[in-house]
């Protein structure tokens, strides 16, 4: 089969590896029917120290199953399935509690263990507990919007959904979201699922922002920084936000949030961070505020998500803004790392 696999700053690589086996009872292999590139996967893209043995990536995919191992209950052959970005058990007390990227069994893909998810055909662990089963549909019947709509269930937007959840997004509150990628659009879509009164867009990538005013923000700033800071103290009358989403993972984005967030608010990440160390002192101490948020645990959510990427309620595949073969994954790198892409969606 072929396979991304990463060798160092800049370096990815599609080569042709050993198709993948089960290894254990509960393992299913999955043929890949769309994957994409994530901003996450950027961060390797730029400081990954050179190896010789590539590193396998991605970690969103949909795709049809192959075949299963014994320990499998839920899945047959045959079965069209949306593949959470962390595998997990469903079961421990961690995915009971809605926890699931913290299962005491699961993990993450990219380990030559467990393999990437840009390939042609991939291993999946703990298959009944990380694999979900799209109800009554043929991928070769659906057409190319509603599969990059449900590839956004493996990870992008229900990690914008997260940041919203987290941050107690509800109606009658103002959201501001840091960060105009794909996972701060998903976030405007889905505070303005959850009922925000306000949804404020610190971007600055016109393509970007307009297709956020399109998922609901109602204002748009493109300031950074203190500017920014001053700009959303203005639009909301002095007040701030009562969530603030930060969306990218970098040290400034969280100093803006932490300026921007108003007494008694929540800061919300799910941009990776990029740092170890974070101020959390006297700002948040004096405004009585909440810092949340993490790797989402798309599984607990996935479900209740389906129906409306079902029925065309929502339709966030359209941060999809390139499509390319699994051979271009090199260049799909490329493109979203100049900001020439969005978000790219990878064919087999």
């Known amino acids: 089969m072929k396979a991304a696999f990463m060798y160092g700053p800049g370096d990815v690589r599609v080569e042709t590896a050993p198709d993948p086996v089960l290894r254990q009872p509960t393992d299913a292999i999955v043929r890949t029917v769309r994957a994409c590139v994530c901003g996450s996967d950027l961060h390797p893209y730029h400081s990954l120290p050179p190896r010789t043995e590539g590193r396998p990536m991605g970690h969103e995919m949909i795709g049809v199953v192959e075949e299963v191992g014994p320990g499998v209950r839920t899945l047959a052959p045959g079965d069209f399935v949306i593949a959470t970005f962390a595998y997990q058990d469903n079961t421990c007390v961690f995915c009971r509690e809605g926890f699931h990227t913290s299962c005491v069994r699961g993990g993450f893909y990219g380990s030559p263990d467990v393999g990437g998810l840009q390939a042609e055909l991939c291993r999946v662990p703990l298959a009944d507990g990380s694999l979900v089963k799209v109800p009554d549909a043929d991928p070769a019947a659906l057409d190319d919007r509603m599969l990059a709509s449900l590839l956004t269930l493996s990870d992008v937007y229900l990690t914008g959904y997260h940041a919203a959840h987290m941050g107690r997004v509800e109606p009658g509150k103002t959201v501001t979201v840091v960060g105009d990628g794909a996972v701060g659009l998903s976030a405007v879509l889905a505070s303005k699922r959850l009922g925000a009164e306000r949804v404020i867009l610190m971007g600055r990538h016109r393509d970007r922002t307009d297709l956020g005013v399109e998922f609901g923000a109602t204002d748009v700033v493109a300031e950074r920084g203190e500017e920014g800071v001053e700009r959303v103290m203005e639009l909301t009358g002095g007040e701030g936000s009562h969530v603030v989403i930060e969306a990218v993972g970098l040290m400034p984005a969280l100093e803006q949030s932490i300026g921007i967030v108003r007494p008694g608010g929540v800061v919300s990440r799910v941009g990776v961070p990029q740092y170890d160390d974070a101020p ?64 790219v969606l990878i064919t087999p």
Request: glycine letters at 10%; zero cysteines; charged letters at 30%.
């Open 280 to 343: 959390v002192g006297r700002p948040l101490f004096y405004k009585n505020a909440t810092i949340t948020g993490g790797p989402a645990p798309v599984r607990a959510y996935i479900e209740d998500a389906l129906p409306e990427v079902l029925d065309g309620t929502i339709e966030p595949g359209r941060v999809f803004d390139r499509t390319l073969g699994l051979d271009e994954i090199p260049r799909a790198y490329a493109e979203m790392d100049a900001r020439t892409a969005l978000k």
